[in-house]
């Protein structure tokens, strides 16, 4: 079945313009293709709305009251189909530091649902984050679990699935970068997270895998002053080292409207990714308290002011965001709107290498989203699948 999209403007290769889209059997059509099947069977019209090619997230843990570490084909599905009505047509599901026998009933639920025929965001590949960090940097990481690497251990988790597409990391618990050396060895990226290390650490850490910064600022360092000297932390690694791509939570919480604008000005859409890092808190009302982590014992937070906190208010939990909310944030941070759904799709797709998947160019899964001008979504299609 063909369905053509009328009167959108569609953003695609940087610009927007006026017109329509084609596709079927779960791809997108360009218009000779189109015309040799006749009319379409399905016409959708935009009513002046954006096309865009549908929002992908590498990084979120939950959410419409469900967390990946639950351990369920339930909690995928349902996560899956709660983000996918806010635009996110594929994802990166992500563990949080846990216990080994809790994340391999993860990985095990993650592989008997993948392939299975649901309507909610593809699953492109496991996101580990930790457990391996500096214990100083945990921020809402259960302390019970956070370790350095062991080769008996990590080995276990390696073997036991071939999902695992990104691994997140505090590069200075990796002696030797033998745990990097693993990593890139099977072809998992390799990304700094919850990090000590300074900016001469994390440049040496970059030229041996890492080079990716995991929710860039949060839980890492930035400039410090040591014994009256100033020294640049991770983050200015980043700023410097143009090879080193980052990802941002933006959800108007994590991070303000200049580090944003900052962000975008220095290291550009090309090189940041938007993410939500959204818990099972997203979708529930302000004021519940819900976990961080697996329903049973997980660590107690509540859902306050657009975002999560510790119970003790003085951190945050985890993002309660969705994708169409990040791409809203950036609009409202000043940053064009072409770029921050470039961060949101087309950016994110070349990082976990899914050539199939961020643009609108024909032969690419027909992942769309349609959406006005404050960026609620009117309809969203997974590989020509309708969700709304």
Not at 139 to 146: E, F, H, K, L, T
Not at 289 to 301: A, F, R
Request: glycine share 10%.
């Amino acid at each position: 079945m063909m369905t053509q999209i009328i009167n959108g403007r569609i953003i695609k290769d940087g610009k927007i313009t006026e017109g329509n889209l084609y596709f079927a059997d779960g791809k997108i059509l360009c218009p000779c293709e189109a015309e040799k099947l006749g009319a379409p069977d399905q016409v959708i019209d935009a009513k002046g709305n954006y096309v865009s090619a549908g929002f992908i997230d590498l990084h979120l843990h939950g959410g419409g009251g469900y967390d990946f570490l639950d351990g369920t084909e339930e909690a995928f599905e349902g996560a899956a189909a709660f983000h996918a009505k806010h635009g996110t047509t594929a994802m990166c599901p992500t563990a949080t530091s846990g216990d080994f026998e809790q994340t391999l009933e993860m990985f095990r639920s993650y592989k008997a649902i993948k392939e299975k025929d649901r309507l909610g965001s593809d699953f492109i590949g496991l996101h580990m984050e930790g457990p391996y960090f500096a214990l100083s940097q945990k921020g809402a990481q259960d302390p019970r679990y956070v370790r350095d690497p062991d080769p008996a251990e990590y080995e276990r988790f390696l073997n036991a699935t071939d999902d695992i597409v990104r691994w997140s990391v505090a590069p200075e618990r990796d002696k030797g970068y033998a745990f990097a050396k693993a990593l890139t060895a099977r072809g998992i990226s390799v990304a700094a997270a919850h990090t000590d290390a300074n900016c001469k650490q994390m440049m040496e850490a970059a030229e041996n895998g890492y080079t990716h910064m995991t929710h860039f600022y949060s839980c890492m360092k930035g400039v410090e002053r040591i014994n009256g000297m100033r020294i640049a932390g991770a983050i200015e690694a980043a700023y410097i080292n143009d090879d080193i791509t980052v990802e941002i939570i933006a959800d108007g919480m994590h991070l303000p409207y200049e580090l944003l604008q900052m962000v975008y000005k220095i290291k550009g859409a090309d090189r940041t990714a938007l993410v939500t890092d959204a818990m099972r808190g997203a979708g529930m009302p302000e004021g519940i308290e819900t976990v961080l982590g697996k329903l049973d014992n997980g660590l107690p937070c509540r859902i306050e002011k657009g975002v999560a906190w510790m119970l003790d208010g003085q951190a945050f939990a985890g993002s309660v965001a969705t994708t169409d909310r990040l791409v809203r944030t950036m609009v409202a941070a000043g940053i064009p709107l072409v770029d921050a759904v470039k961060m949101a799709s087309e950016t994110p797709a070349r990082m976990a290498k899914c050539p199939q998947k961020g643009t609108l160019d024909a032969g690419k899964d027909a992942d769309i989203v349609i959406f006005d001008e404050s960026i609620n979504m009117q309809h969203v299609f997974v590989r020509g699948k309708q969700i709304v």
